[in-house]
């Protein structure tokens, strides 16, 4: 499979724990976005990188959440000290250009009890 | 008032129908648009993308824009139970990230 991948699928944590998400692009994409949905909305952007550098952070990616590109190929979403209003689908998706369509993994579901 | 807006539905129509949803947005400078589908518990899936003022046809689907009113439509002929989904329309940003931006979506409905 050459899409975006994401693991896990699911996450269920308790109030409190850190969750880390990874993504995995389309190969040849540099770019790579995550975004987060809650049910009923749109996703609503976090942050992006183009390859390793993280470019731009929403006013939503509170100092509790973490994203890194190491090498610029697969991504990580840190969750820390994780809290109810935290459950959402986090979604990934990669562009090979500024101007290309934007690509979504399968998201990670995020549940916080 | 919302960057993309769009009416919540849902929108029901019978099987073969054409199936119409409608998209806002206030960013003058928006050059592109796009469409796509969300299945429930599934993630989006692009369907149409279209930069230029008039239709963009592909197969079943049709995307219709007017940048000078500021909407853009997307039209689905002979609409199947299996288009019931989630239609997400999507705005980038006028700017070098180019992120998305969401409209809530219009959930459509496709009755046998």
């Known amino acids: 499979d050459t899409g975006v991948s994401q693991d896990p699928r699911h996450k269920i944590t308790k109030r409190g724990q850190n969750v880390t998400f990874r993504c995995d692009p389309i190969?040849?994409?540099?770019?790579l976005y995550w975004y987060r949905q809650t049910l009923g909305q749109g996703p609503e952007f976090l942050t992006y990188?183009?390859?390793?550098?993280?470019?731009?952070k929403s006013r939503l990616l509170s100092d509790r959440f973490s994203a890194e590109r190491p090498k610029g190929s697969f991504s990580t979403l840190e969750i820390q000290r994780t809290e109810q209003g935290d459950s959402a689908m986090y979604l990934c998706?990669?562009?090979?250009?500024?101007?290309?369509?934007?690509?979504f993994g399968p998201g990670t579901r995020l549940t916080v009890l | 008032q919302k960057e993309v807006e769009q009416n919540s539905g849902p929108l029901s129509v019978p099987e073969g129908a054409i199936a119409s949803l409608n998209c806002t947005y206030s960013?003058?400078?928006?050059?592109?648009f796009f469409w796509y589908r969300q299945y429930s518990g599934k993630s989006p899936e692009l369907i149409m993308f279209?930069?230029?003022?008039g239709d963009k046809e592909d197969g079943r689907f049709t995307a219709q824009l007017n940048k000078a009113s500021q909407y853009v439509s997307l039209l689905i002929r002979d609409s199947q139970p299996s288009d019931s989904a989630t239609y997400l329309c999507?705005?980038?940003?006028?700017?070098?990230?180019?992120?998305?931006?969401f409209g809530g979506g219009t959930r459509l409905m496709v009755k046998p």
């Open positions: 998706a990669s562009s090979f250009s500024q101007l290309s369509e934007q690509f």
């Open positions: 190969s040849e994409h540099n770019r």
């Open positions: 990188f183009q390859n390793e550098a993280q470019l731009e």
């Open positions: 960013d003058r400078g928006s050059q592109s």
């Open positions: 279209i930069y230029s003022n």
């Open positions: 999507a705005v980038p940003r006028n700017n070098a990230g180019n992120m998305l931006t």
